[in-house]
């Protein structure tokens, strides 16, 4: 059961063979001892999409036993980083060439418009690659002067060996860029989980890792269910580092599995209810534009969403008004649709986010637009604003990851970067202001690893983004996600100390 | 309108067309002089005219300045975000890669090193040499300094703008490409001029530079005389920063030049005299090997060549017989011989000159232990050269002949060494070869060099950087380090609440 399926895309027509096997040393196979399958939907049709294999805790070690294989022979200190750089490259060469296709695949399987997933999800995977690829032949370490007659004292940055990769559904290719990239560029090799929801495009990837001439053990690819595969790799006795993308609850338990097993490192992105500040100086109409991108975009399927709304009083009903319209513009349908958001990923995250919408209702939160169900297939979830909300209430404490904002008042600046802190995560935060110091007060003021500053929700490559508190552990992108993947090596090597003895 | 020149190769080891524009290539576009001048390019392998080229004068640089100066303001510089300018250079790469084989050989046709060094050497090198500048393009960050709360305090790294590099024959699209990456990659335009003696493959990367997407006017070529378009470039008030790779005579002019003028940045690549230093307990096969590639690379036409070879006492006359059977089974020959290691010098002036150092070494007393006269009888054929038996105080010991021409001394003391080594006035590189790791530091640290190759000779690599100390150089290229300078440091401080 390791054969690819033919995939037809409905809307284009077109033909697309996935992989359903593991991709382990550079070959699609079978389970070694497990019949169990995954089965994809797509979320606009609620239909199955097709069935893959489920890899089984003993898959997850012959995964790990062919990228240690490889890290000893063909990969890690074995290779140039201009070599590295150069198999990136192509890698990204190839991502480009099948672009088009790849979006239609994330799009029956995860939901997204197909153009926002060629433009905004492969367009800055490809750039990911690429920035990483650079890095590659750049590494350095340092010279450090420590008694010239007699000593030189050196540092190497290693790579840290085998990593366990696990990612998370909503943004299937760009998620598995941002992690496979970075430990590519350092030496290490991979085992990466994707998320049992939208494992598609990660099969289909790993054919180009054929393509780009990898060595084989290199990439490992290996879908199963979190509490498998997910639980497999991180309490793996050989594997040196995890990095794992995903809820804090789950997070918490891989870097428990992490301290009972052999302390391998851990970097964690996990959720947030980021705040978004909106001070009465901003640009309103630009304002409510990022506000809008900022809960709605992806669905409010992203760890950043700006799902906590604070605006100053007294700008407060103009801006919803404003904020209103904008969500009530948003056209979400089928993916393939000439649409700006596409359905929820799956059921489980329809009936999910449909119960904080309940709960917001029944703990008195008022509507300002959305909150019904729509009739017929697919899991829609229309844009849902909450005014009056309190601190307490469970949709403004809790990460709902759908289109749902809660929207609440403040009167002062120290006022709204209190409420704004009041979490206990820290992943993003936004605020809109035309006072140049308030922005510098307020920035500094709040907890979060990215502050954006009049936009929201834009990433680039070389910057760098993590949470503080709760949302995570580590950093992605820009200088610092290479550094995550290093090993850091001190060498002092005596040419001219004697040491006498009796000490 | 400025002609197409077109080469047919139908060697041994390369046969295909080359084809390209010769005109001065400014503003994206390919013109006359304005003063209507040409070059002669000739072939090194027999004096021949291989084609007149456009020359440029102090008008063209100009003209190229003020293209320059445009295309910062507008379309380069800042103006363009540093994933997009290394993309660019990537394709660029990408561009001569293809392309290896045909610049391999206008390289060896117009420089005289053989198709084999030109094609898994030189453009290797080139392309590897590009392609590691473009990574660097969105990755030169500044910093952010903490101070106190009020302040928020940092530094960006701006490009520095048009800037003016000037390049030597010897390695002729290597040098462009040193010059070419950490330039565009910081954001830099440029205004180039390559050596009137190898103009082929630049001319030829004009269109490859095209084909990239770099904007007009991000790049300009403009060939000439160092003292008609080198000197325009020094003087030009509104570059702000020259590179040099060439003689140390020209570099001081240049620094001087740029003081007179508008004070523009100035780093130099010049001459070496480099040491190699062969101890007792060498390896000797590897020493040997390593010896003859320090000096005869490139028909010794290197700044960093090993020309002066100290040997120790216990191992001299096996050394000094070794290396002197490997200099003489070097094969000289037509640079499309397939098994010709050396070619011609890389022109009549060259091998005046290192005729000349010759004929003094005799003169002033060394021994000519092997060589020392020319090869065939047409082209600057020279045959590797051995001197011995000199003293520190001959010009052959002091001097940079830029020949394949070695000068082989005995040592004894190991401290002494150390001294005579760094008895220069130039400092670019040096080599030591011993099996003895304390030895090997402890020289390496003690050599006055901006390189030190401990059991090797010779190898560059982009990653790492490559300058001289004292009279061989200011700055260094390749590496992290070129970046610098090519950029303007510029600290912001954002007061929030200091009151006055």
Known sequence: MAQPVEITIPATGRKIAVPTGLFINNEFVPSVDSKDTIQTVNPATEEVICSIVAGSAADIDVAVAAARKAFNTTWGKNVTGFERSRLMNKLADLMERDAEMLAELETLNNGKPVRVARDFDIGDSVQCVRYYAGWADKITGQTIEVDNKTKVAFTRHEPIGVCGQIIPWNYPINMWSWKIAPALAAGCTIVMKPSEITPLTALKLSELFIEAGFPPGVLNTVPSLGSVGGAALSSHLDVDKVAFTGSTVTGRKIMEAAAKSNLKKVSLELGGKSPHVIFESADLEQAANWAALGILYNSGQDCTAGSRLFVQDTIYEKFTTLLAEKARAMKIGDGFGDVSGGPVVSKAQYDRVWSYIESGKSEGAKILTGGEKRPGKGYYVDPTIFTDVKPSMKIVREEIFGPVLAVAKFKTEEEAIELANDTSYGLGAGLHSNDANQCMRVSSALEAGTVWVNQYNMLNNNVPFGGKKQSGIGRELGSYGLEEYMSIKAVHWNFGEKLDWPF | MPSTFTYEFNTPVYKGTSSFNTGLFIGGKFV???????????????????????????????????????????????????????????????????????????????????????????????????????????????????????????????????????????????????????????GCTIVLKPSEFTPLTALR??????????????????????????QAIAEHPKIEKVAFTGSTLVGRKIMETAAKTNLKKVTLELGGKSPNIIYDDADIEQAVNWAVHGIFWNHGQACCAGSRIFVQKGIYDEFLKRFTEKARSLKIGDPFDADAYQGPQVSQIQYDRIMGYISSGVEQGATLHLGGERHGNEGYFIKPTIFTDTKPSMKIVQEEIFGPVGVVIKFTDEDDIIHQANDTMYGLAAAVFTQNINTALETAHRLHAGTVWINCANQLHPQIPFGGFKQSGIGRELGEYALANYTNVKAVHVNLGHKM
């Open chain 2, 32 to 186: 006359d002089g304005q003063e209507g001048e040409t070059i002669d390019v000739i072939n090194p392998t027999n004096g021949k005219l291989i084609t007149k080229i456009s020359g440029g004068t102090a008008k063209d640089v100009d003209i190229a300045v003020n293209a320059a100066q445009k295309a910062f303001d507008t379309v380069w510089g800042l103006n363009i975000a540093g994933a997009q300018r290394g993309k660019l250079l990537g394709k660029l790469a990408d561009l001569m890669e293809e392309h290896t084989d045909e610049l391999a050989a206008l390289e060896a046709l117009d420089n005289g090193k053989t198709f084999g060094w030109a094609k898994n050497s030189d453009v290797a090198a080139s392309v590897g040499c590009i392609r590691y500048y473009s990574g660097w393009a969105d990755k030169h960050s500044g910093k952010v300094i903490e101070t106190d709360e009020n302040k928020l305090a940092y530094t960006r790294n701006e490009p520095i703008g048009v800037v003016g590099q000037i390049i030597p024959w010897n390695f002729p699209l290597m040098m462009l490409s040193w010059k070419l990456g950490p330039a565009l990659a910081t």
């Open chain 2, 205 to 230: 990367m004009c269109e490859l530079i095209q084909r990239a997407g770099f904007p007009p006017g991000v790049v300009n070529i403009i060939n000439g005389f160092g003292s008609s378009v080198g």
